[in-house]
């Protein structure tokens, strides 16, 4: 079976590198499903959950909060500004950060706290979506 | 010589000044674990946005964004990564003199140089050389937040949008080794188009021109990806530089600790001597008083 090379990074770190049989990625103009062989794509990335089907047909789930998503051929890279490990998604900090980000939005001045509120909210949102998906799946 | 007393005064000081030298190395020493941590975790995301700029610069793309065009020059800026705290050996000395030497070689072909530097030390040096500094940042700390950094960086990129200046440098101390920092400039603007060669060619699998697909327009997502390429490397090279300021800082304060130990040892062989030399004396005066009875 064909398989395409995926590098997932975030600026803290080195999140995953492997194999793939397929990539579901969340990008901004819609999810996208990239299999191997996929033409060169651009895209960047909203917040959501990042999925990595492996060869042996597990799939291995992550969180980002937005970035980039270059595809070539047989190498999929992910450059997310925050990515997290599924397994490692702690779901009280989540709630904690989406209220943070909810207080932060009333309490929003001028135009740019709001925007970067509203993209705080949008990630906080967007992870506790995952967190609910990810607690169906495993039940 | 002097006396007993003195050289006892000066032992105590040298002591004391022995002591915080050697808080200092361990402070640094526990902190160099922590910032060279930084550094490799910063290092795979910059690493894969460089490659991925690599692919970007191969293919031919609908649209040339500015900060790929290469341009006649006629002013060229270095951003600098300097560190806030002295104490730290050759370590920015090392780094100044490497950008001078670059700036008088641009000089000589008549071509006028800006900075834009981070860290105190840095920022001191150019205003006292009469460097032309248009944008800078300290109070970093050991820990730098990337937005600490943006401010300084988005005024030489809007310095070279504007085509204020023609290229830019970036200048910083790359981690060898803990004994070892050595200075590196290397160029940030246009993107020197690296060609990784045949290699690359065999992984895309293409040798004809091809372009990505870009969703959603080609404008705006190169801009994004060139931009959080520069925010990477200049956080890559400031975080590099905390790993490089304290571990230079362990070493000099080392240095420093040992080169008090010496000076201790001679002191104290000066005063032991001169107190010897002090009961001599005093013994040749009894028995010279006595003999004179």
Redesign the interface.
Known sequence: MATIHV?I??????LHHGEAAMVFAP???GEVGIAPRH??????LKPGALRVKQEDGTELSFFVGGG?L?V????V?V?ADTAIRAKDVDEAAAEQARQRAQEAMSKAKSDLDLARAQAELAQAAALAHFLEKIKKATR | MASAKEIRTKIKSVKNTQKITRAMEKVAMSKMRKATERMLQARPYAEKIWRTVGHLAQATPEYKHPFMVEREVRRVAYVIVATDRGLCGGLNMNLFRAVVRAVREWRAKGVETEFAVYGNKGIAFFRRVGGQVIAHAAGLGDRPHLDQLLGTLKAVTDAYREGRVDRVYLAGNQFVNTMTQRPQLRQLLPLAVTTHGEESTAESGHGYPWDYIYEPDAVSLLDTVLTRYLESQVYQAVVENVACEQSARMVAMKSASDNAGKIINQLQLAYNKARQAGITKELAEIVGGAAAV
Do not use: F, N, Y
Not at chain 1, 39 to 44: K, V
């Open positions: 590098d990074v975030s600026a803290e770190g080195d990008a901004e103009e033409a060169p794509l651009l895209t960047r980039i270059e070539q051929p047989h190498l890279t450059l």
